[in-house]
Protein backbone atom coordinates (compact mmCIF):
# COMPACT_ATOMS: atom_id res chain seq x y z
CA UNK A 1 0.00 0.00 0.00
CA UNK A 2 1.00 3.58 -0.65
CA UNK A 3 4.35 4.07 1.99
CA UNK A 4 3.35 7.27 3.85
CA UNK A 5 -0.24 6.59 5.07
CA UNK A 6 -1.13 3.77 7.42
CA UNK A 7 -4.93 1.55 6.03
CA UNK A 8 -6.03 2.71 9.23
CA UNK A 9 -6.18 6.54 8.40
CA UNK A 10 -6.56 6.17 4.54
CA UNK A 11 -9.81 7.42 3.54
CA UNK A 12 -9.48 6.08 0.04
CA UNK A 13 -10.74 9.08 -1.55
CA UNK A 14 -8.34 7.98 -4.19
CA UNK A 15 -6.52 12.11 -4.56
CA UNK A 16 -3.34 9.88 -4.96
CA UNK A 17 -4.09 7.55 -7.56
CA UNK A 18 -5.23 10.35 -9.90
CA UNK A 19 -2.31 12.47 -9.02
CA UNK A 20 0.63 10.52 -9.96
CA UNK A 21 2.18 11.00 -12.83
CA UNK A 22 3.23 8.10 -13.95
CA UNK A 23 -0.23 6.19 -13.46
CA UNK A 24 2.03 3.67 -10.98
CA UNK A 25 0.04 3.75 -7.71
CA UNK A 26 -3.66 1.10 -8.22
CA UNK A 27 -5.95 -0.01 -5.42
CA UNK A 28 -4.83 -3.50 -4.57
CA UNK A 29 -3.77 -3.87 -1.47
CA UNK A 30 -7.02 -5.88 0.53
CA UNK A 31 -7.93 -5.72 3.52
CA UNK A 32 -11.67 -6.09 5.87
CA UNK A 33 -12.99 -5.97 2.12
CA UNK A 34 -11.53 -2.54 0.63
CA UNK A 35 -8.77 -2.13 -2.00
CA UNK A 36 -5.88 0.54 -0.65
CA UNK A 37 -3.44 2.70 -2.97
CA UNK A 38 0.11 0.84 -3.43
CA UNK A 39 2.39 2.03 -5.45
CA UNK A 40 4.57 0.03 -8.08
CA UNK A 41 8.07 0.87 -6.95
CA UNK A 42 9.41 -0.06 -10.31
CA UNK A 43 8.01 2.76 -12.09
CA UNK A 44 7.72 5.33 -9.68
CA UNK A 45 9.63 8.43 -9.62
CA UNK A 46 9.36 9.55 -6.29
CA UNK A 47 8.08 12.89 -7.63
CA UNK A 48 6.13 12.50 -3.87
CA UNK A 49 3.05 14.41 -5.15
CA UNK A 50 0.84 11.77 -3.72
CA UNK A 51 2.23 12.41 -0.39
CA UNK A 52 1.61 16.02 -0.83
CA UNK A 53 -2.28 15.59 -2.62
CA UNK A 54 -3.33 13.35 1.05
CA UNK A 55 -5.95 15.08 2.45
CA UNK A 56 -4.88 13.41 6.06
CA UNK A 57 -1.42 14.00 5.57
CA UNK A 58 -1.68 17.64 4.48
CA UNK A 59 -3.97 19.94 6.54
CA UNK A 60 -6.73 21.70 4.43
CA UNK A 61 -6.30 25.42 4.81
CA UNK A 62 -10.32 26.64 4.56
CA UNK A 63 -12.32 28.81 5.77
CA UNK A 64 -14.69 28.86 9.05
CA UNK A 65 -18.07 27.72 8.24
CA UNK A 66 -21.15 30.09 7.65
CA UNK A 67 -22.98 27.52 9.30
CA UNK A 68 -26.55 29.35 8.49
CA UNK A 69 -28.55 25.94 8.73
CA UNK A 70 -32.13 25.48 6.84
CA UNK A 71 -34.86 22.85 6.62
CA UNK A 72 -35.56 22.16 2.99
CA UNK A 73 -38.38 20.09 1.08
CA UNK A 74 -38.52 20.34 -2.61
CA UNK A 75 -41.87 21.41 -3.99
CA UNK A 76 -41.95 18.35 -6.38
CA UNK A 77 -43.30 15.87 -4.41
CA UNK A 78 -42.30 12.83 -7.13
CA UNK A 79 -38.66 13.80 -6.25
CA UNK A 80 -39.21 14.04 -2.89
CA UNK A 81 -40.23 10.46 -2.64
CA UNK A 82 -37.45 9.69 -4.47
CA UNK A 83 -34.67 10.97 -2.71
CA UNK A 84 -33.14 10.30 0.38
CA UNK A 85 -34.57 13.16 2.59
CA UNK A 86 -36.08 16.16 1.25
CA UNK A 87 -35.09 16.54 -2.59
CA UNK A 88 -32.68 19.35 -2.19
CA UNK A 89 -29.88 17.95 -4.24
CA UNK A 90 -32.10 17.70 -6.91
CA UNK A 91 -33.38 21.87 -6.67
CA UNK A 92 -29.31 22.51 -6.92
CA UNK A 93 -28.12 20.04 -9.49
CA UNK A 94 -31.77 21.22 -11.87
CA UNK A 95 -29.70 24.84 -11.52
CA UNK A 96 -26.26 23.50 -12.30
CA UNK A 97 -27.65 22.40 -15.48
CA UNK A 98 -29.54 25.45 -16.37
CA UNK A 99 -26.45 27.24 -16.34
CA UNK A 100 -25.17 24.48 -18.90
CA UNK A 101 -23.08 23.17 -15.91
CA UNK A 102 -22.09 19.34 -14.96
CA UNK A 103 -22.90 17.39 -11.87
CA UNK A 104 -20.85 14.70 -10.34
CA UNK A 105 -22.20 11.96 -7.89
CA UNK A 106 -22.08 8.16 -7.10
CA UNK A 107 -24.43 5.85 -9.02
CA UNK A 108 -24.86 2.44 -9.12
CA UNK A 109 -23.64 0.38 -12.81
CA UNK A 110 -25.76 -2.20 -14.38
CA UNK A 111 -23.63 -4.65 -11.93
CA UNK A 112 -24.53 -3.04 -8.93
CA UNK A 113 -21.24 -0.96 -8.57
CA UNK A 114 -21.42 2.23 -6.59
CA UNK A 115 -19.01 4.80 -8.65
CA UNK A 116 -18.65 8.61 -9.06
CA UNK A 117 -19.69 9.77 -12.61
CA UNK A 118 -20.16 13.01 -14.49
CA UNK A 119 -23.82 14.05 -15.91
CA UNK A 120 -24.98 16.71 -17.92
CA UNK A 121 -28.90 15.88 -18.72
CA UNK A 122 -31.87 16.33 -15.99
CA UNK A 123 -32.98 13.42 -17.41
CA UNK A 124 -29.67 11.38 -15.75
CA UNK A 125 -30.50 12.90 -12.54
CA UNK A 126 -31.82 9.73 -11.32
CA UNK A 127 -28.78 7.91 -11.25
CA UNK A 128 -27.28 9.69 -8.28
CA UNK A 129 -30.48 10.91 -6.61
CA UNK A 130 -30.52 8.89 -3.04
CA UNK A 131 -28.33 7.52 -0.71
CA UNK A 132 -25.91 4.49 -1.39
CA UNK A 133 -24.24 3.16 1.54
CA UNK A 134 -20.92 1.82 -0.21
CA UNK A 135 -17.25 3.35 -0.52
CA UNK A 136 -17.72 4.64 -4.27
CA UNK A 137 -15.15 4.20 -6.83
CA UNK A 138 -13.93 7.64 -7.80
CA UNK A 139 -11.67 6.28 -10.81
CA UNK A 140 -10.41 9.18 -12.80
CA UNK A 141 -13.38 12.18 -12.03
CA UNK A 142 -11.26 13.87 -10.37
CA UNK A 143 -9.22 14.56 -13.72
CA UNK A 144 -12.58 15.31 -15.47
CA UNK A 145 -13.75 17.53 -13.07
CA UNK A 146 -10.49 19.69 -13.86
CA UNK A 147 -11.01 19.40 -17.70
CA UNK A 148 -14.50 21.14 -17.38
CA UNK A 149 -13.18 23.92 -15.30
CA UNK A 150 -10.15 24.45 -16.66
CA UNK A 151 -12.59 25.50 -20.22
CA UNK A 152 -14.88 27.59 -17.51
CA UNK A 153 -17.79 25.12 -17.27
CA UNK A 154 -19.61 24.94 -13.81
CA UNK A 155 -19.28 21.53 -11.90
CA UNK A 156 -21.32 20.24 -8.66
CA UNK A 157 -19.56 17.94 -7.09
CA UNK A 158 -21.27 15.81 -4.41
CA UNK A 159 -19.56 12.90 -1.99
CA UNK A 160 -18.39 12.10 1.64
CA UNK A 161 -16.34 15.09 3.05
CA UNK A 162 -13.13 13.06 2.65
CA UNK A 163 -13.62 12.83 -0.93
CA UNK A 164 -14.81 16.79 -1.50
CA UNK A 165 -11.51 16.93 0.70
CA UNK A 166 -9.75 14.70 -1.77
CA UNK A 167 -10.76 16.73 -4.62
CA UNK A 168 -9.59 19.57 -3.04
CA UNK A 169 -6.34 18.45 -2.37
CA UNK A 170 -6.13 17.65 -5.85
CA UNK A 171 -7.14 20.51 -7.68
CA UNK A 172 -4.62 22.85 -5.59
CA UNK A 173 -6.30 25.82 -6.21
CA UNK A 174 -9.83 27.09 -5.94
CA UNK A 175 -12.06 27.11 -8.89
CA UNK A 176 -15.00 29.78 -8.90
CA UNK A 177 -17.07 27.84 -11.11
CA UNK A 178 -16.71 24.56 -8.56
CA UNK A 179 -19.10 23.90 -6.13
CA UNK A 180 -18.99 21.19 -3.20
CA UNK A 181 -21.51 19.41 -1.59
CA UNK A 182 -20.92 16.64 1.37
CA UNK A 183 -23.49 15.00 3.46
CA UNK A 184 -23.52 13.81 6.91
CA UNK A 185 -21.31 10.83 6.92
CA UNK A 186 -22.09 7.56 9.18
CA UNK A 187 -19.27 5.87 7.58
CA UNK A 188 -18.49 3.72 4.66
CA UNK A 189 -18.79 -0.25 4.05
CA UNK A 190 -17.01 -1.38 0.80
CA UNK A 191 -17.80 -2.75 -2.40
CA UNK A 192 -16.87 -6.16 -1.54
CA UNK A 193 -18.87 -6.66 1.82
CA UNK A 194 -21.72 -5.38 -0.40
CA UNK A 195 -21.10 -7.39 -3.50
CA UNK A 196 -21.42 -10.06 -0.88
CA UNK A 197 -24.54 -9.01 0.79
CA UNK A 198 -26.11 -9.04 -3.14
CA UNK A 199 -24.95 -12.85 -3.32
CA UNK A 200 -26.44 -13.41 0.21
CA UNK A 201 -29.90 -12.13 -0.83
CA UNK A 202 -29.52 -13.74 -4.24
CA UNK A 203 -28.89 -17.11 -2.80
CA UNK A 204 -31.61 -17.03 -0.06
CA UNK A 205 -34.02 -15.73 -3.01
CA UNK A 206 -33.01 -17.33 -5.93
CA UNK A 207 -33.12 -14.86 -7.76
CA UNK A 208 -30.98 -12.33 -9.56
CA UNK A 209 -31.26 -8.59 -8.37
CA UNK A 210 -31.87 -5.52 -10.63
CA UNK A 211 -32.69 -2.82 -7.95
CA UNK A 212 -31.47 -1.83 -5.13
CA UNK A 213 -33.18 1.16 -2.61
CA UNK A 214 -31.06 1.70 0.47
CA UNK A 215 -34.02 4.36 1.14
CA UNK A 216 -37.78 3.36 0.37
CA UNK A 217 -40.09 5.61 1.71
CA UNK A 218 -43.00 3.65 0.87
CA UNK A 219 -43.70 3.51 4.82
CA UNK A 220 -42.59 6.41 5.65
CA UNK A 221 -39.43 8.58 5.61
CA UNK A 222 -38.96 7.95 9.62
CA UNK A 223 -39.78 4.46 9.28
CA UNK A 224 -37.42 3.90 5.68
CA UNK A 225 -37.24 0.61 3.70
CA UNK A 226 -34.40 -1.56 2.18
CA UNK A 227 -36.41 -2.54 -0.86
CA UNK A 228 -34.74 -4.88 -3.82
CA UNK A 229 -36.42 -5.73 -6.85
CA UNK A 230 -35.79 -9.47 -7.99
CA UNK A 231 -35.32 -10.14 -11.93
CA UNK A 232 -38.22 -12.77 -11.36
CA UNK A 233 -40.10 -9.67 -10.18
CA UNK A 234 -40.17 -10.55 -6.27
CA UNK A 235 -39.60 -7.81 -4.29
CA UNK A 236 -37.67 -8.39 -0.99
CA UNK A 237 -38.43 -5.14 1.74
CA UNK A 238 -37.81 -4.70 5.09
CA UNK A 239 -37.15 -1.58 7.41
CA UNK A 240 -33.77 -0.22 7.82
CA UNK A 241 -33.57 -1.61 11.25
CA UNK A 242 -34.64 -4.81 10.22
CA UNK A 243 -32.33 -5.44 6.75
CA UNK A 244 -29.16 -7.06 7.94
CA UNK A 245 -26.89 -5.00 5.68
CA UNK A 246 -28.25 -1.48 7.34
CA UNK A 247 -27.72 -3.18 10.57
CA UNK A 248 -24.43 -4.16 10.37
CA UNK A 249 -23.85 -0.89 8.63
CA UNK A 250 -25.49 1.58 11.17
CA UNK A 251 -24.58 -0.90 13.46
CA UNK A 252 -20.36 0.23 12.77
CA UNK A 253 -19.74 -3.64 12.22
CA UNK A 254 -18.15 -3.49 8.74
CA UNK A 255 -16.79 -0.09 8.19
CA UNK A 256 -14.39 1.71 6.72
CA UNK A 257 -10.83 1.90 9.64
CA UNK A 258 -11.04 5.54 8.93
CA UNK A 259 -14.70 6.28 9.88
CA UNK A 260 -14.14 5.94 13.07
CA UNK A 261 -11.71 8.52 13.80
CA UNK A 262 -12.54 10.37 10.90
CA UNK A 263 -10.34 14.09 10.00
CA UNK A 264 -13.18 15.40 7.93
CA UNK A 265 -16.14 15.70 10.67
CA UNK A 266 -17.34 19.43 12.02
CA UNK A 267 -17.80 21.19 8.47
CA UNK A 268 -14.02 20.70 7.74
CA UNK A 269 -13.90 19.37 4.12
CA UNK A 270 -14.30 22.29 2.31
CA UNK A 271 -17.32 21.56 1.04
CA UNK A 272 -19.88 25.04 0.40
CA UNK A 273 -22.76 23.18 1.45
CA UNK A 274 -23.86 20.09 3.81
CA UNK A 275 -26.67 18.32 3.38
CA UNK A 276 -28.62 15.31 5.06
CA UNK A 277 -31.74 14.28 6.62
CA UNK A 278 -33.13 16.58 9.37
CA UNK A 279 -33.69 14.46 12.22
CA UNK A 280 -35.68 15.29 14.97
CA UNK A 281 -37.62 17.53 12.95
CA UNK A 282 -40.63 15.28 14.47
CA UNK A 283 -39.74 17.18 17.43
CA UNK A 284 -38.47 20.64 16.40
CA UNK A 285 -40.09 21.26 13.28
CA UNK A 286 -44.01 19.63 13.65
CA UNK A 287 -45.69 21.78 11.75
CA UNK A 288 -44.17 21.13 8.44
CA UNK A 289 -42.45 17.13 8.76
CA UNK A 290 -45.04 15.48 7.13
CA UNK A 291 -42.78 11.77 6.96
CA UNK A 292 -41.94 12.80 3.25
CA UNK A 293 -38.67 13.86 3.91
CA UNK A 294 -36.92 17.04 4.93
CA UNK A 295 -33.19 17.89 3.90
CA UNK A 296 -31.07 19.53 6.46
CA UNK A 297 -28.68 22.08 5.17
CA UNK A 298 -25.85 24.45 6.08
CA UNK A 299 -24.65 26.60 4.46
CA UNK A 300 -20.30 26.62 5.08
CA UNK A 301 -19.32 29.18 2.27
CA UNK A 302 -20.38 32.38 0.18
CA UNK A 303 -20.82 29.98 -2.70
CA UNK A 304 -23.04 27.73 -0.76
CA UNK A 305 -24.72 30.65 0.19
CA UNK A 306 -25.06 31.63 -3.79
CA UNK A 307 -26.21 28.19 -5.02
CA UNK A 308 -29.13 27.86 -1.61
CA UNK A 309 -30.67 31.30 -2.89
CA UNK A 310 -30.37 30.55 -6.27
CA UNK A 311 -32.95 26.89 -6.42
CA UNK A 312 -36.86 27.28 -7.30
CA UNK A 313 -39.44 25.04 -6.09
CA UNK A 314 -38.32 24.19 -2.60
CA UNK A 315 -39.28 25.10 0.40
CA UNK A 316 -36.92 26.49 3.04
CA UNK A 317 -36.93 27.89 6.75
CA UNK A 318 -33.55 29.06 8.43
CA UNK A 319 -33.12 27.31 11.48
CA UNK A 320 -30.75 27.32 14.43
CA UNK A 321 -27.69 25.31 13.89
CA UNK A 322 -27.15 23.86 17.86
CA UNK A 323 -30.99 23.05 17.87
CA UNK A 324 -30.89 21.26 13.88
CA UNK A 325 -27.46 19.41 14.80
CA UNK A 326 -28.22 18.16 18.15
CA UNK A 327 -30.24 14.92 16.36
CA UNK A 328 -27.37 14.73 14.04
CA UNK A 329 -24.44 14.32 15.50
CA UNK A 330 -22.37 12.71 13.09
CA UNK A 331 -21.76 15.57 11.90
CA UNK A 332 -19.58 16.20 14.78
CA UNK A 333 -17.93 13.25 15.82
CA UNK A 334 -17.17 10.03 14.37
CA UNK A 335 -19.38 6.30 15.71
CA UNK A 336 -17.28 4.14 17.69
CA UNK A 337 -16.33 0.80 16.20
CA UNK A 338 -18.21 -2.55 17.00
CA UNK A 339 -16.71 -4.65 19.33
CA UNK A 340 -17.80 -7.52 16.84
CA UNK A 341 -16.45 -6.14 13.81
CA UNK A 342 -13.25 -8.06 13.71
CA UNK A 343 -14.97 -11.42 14.89
CA UNK A 344 -17.27 -10.00 11.83
CA UNK A 345 -14.20 -10.34 9.41
CA UNK A 346 -12.97 -13.38 11.07
CA UNK A 347 -16.51 -14.95 10.35
CA UNK A 348 -16.23 -14.17 6.63
CA UNK A 349 -12.75 -15.12 5.74
CA UNK A 350 -13.23 -18.68 7.17
CA UNK A 351 -16.39 -19.28 6.96
CA UNK A 352 -17.87 -16.85 4.16
CA UNK A 353 -19.83 -13.57 4.13
CA UNK A 354 -23.33 -15.28 4.56
CA UNK A 355 -22.42 -16.98 8.08
CA UNK A 356 -21.11 -13.80 9.07
CA UNK A 357 -23.94 -11.39 8.02
CA UNK A 358 -26.27 -14.50 9.81
CA UNK A 359 -24.83 -14.37 12.93
CA UNK A 360 -23.65 -10.96 13.61
CA UNK A 361 -26.03 -8.91 11.35
CA UNK A 362 -29.86 -10.58 11.68
CA UNK A 363 -32.19 -9.65 14.26
CA UNK A 364 -33.01 -12.30 16.89
CA UNK A 365 -36.81 -12.62 17.94
CA UNK A 366 -36.48 -10.38 20.72
CA UNK A 367 -35.05 -7.56 19.10
CA UNK A 368 -37.61 -8.06 16.22
CA UNK A 369 -40.21 -7.95 18.99
CA UNK A 370 -39.09 -5.03 20.42
CA UNK A 371 -38.46 -3.13 17.26
CA UNK A 372 -42.53 -4.07 16.67
CA UNK A 373 -43.46 -2.25 19.87
CA UNK A 374 -41.05 1.02 19.30
CA UNK A 375 -42.35 1.26 15.27
CA UNK A 376 -45.89 1.25 16.58
CA UNK A 377 -45.41 3.56 19.25
CA UNK A 378 -43.37 5.84 17.08
CA UNK A 379 -46.43 5.91 14.82
CA UNK A 380 -48.57 6.71 17.63
CA UNK A 381 -46.23 9.45 19.29
CA UNK A 382 -46.14 11.49 15.43
CA UNK A 383 -49.61 10.82 14.72
CA UNK A 384 -50.36 12.96 18.41
CA UNK A 385 -47.49 15.21 17.23
CA UNK A 386 -49.33 15.91 14.38
CA UNK A 387 -52.68 16.67 15.68
CA UNK A 388 -51.15 18.68 18.26
Known sequence: MIRYLDYNECTLCQACVNICPKECIELKFFKEGFEYPTINKEECIGCEKCKNVCPVLNKLNIKKSLKETYVVKNLNENI???SSSGGFFSAISE???????????????KNLKVQHIMINNKNQLHKIRGSKY???????IYKNIRKQLKIGNKVLFSGCPCQVAGLKKFLGKEYENLYTVDFICHGIPSQYTFDKYISYLENKYNSKIKEFLFRD????WHSFNVKVTMTN?????????????MRGF??????????????????TSGSDLTMGDYWGAEVEEK????????????VNSEKGRYLINSINQVFFKKIDFDIATKYNQRIFSSCK?????????YTAEKSGYNKAFAKYCEQSKLEKLKNIIRCNLSKIKQSINRRG
Request: glycine share 8%; with cysteine.
Open 217 to 220: KTNG
Open 287 to 298: EIDDDKGLSLVV
Open 233 to 245: ANVYSKRGIEDAY
Open 95 to 109: HIFDEKGYIVGAAFD
Open 337 to 345: ENSCRREFF
Open 80 to 82: RKN
Open 250 to 267: LGNIYLKKSCHNCKFRNL
Open 134 to 140: VQSYIGD
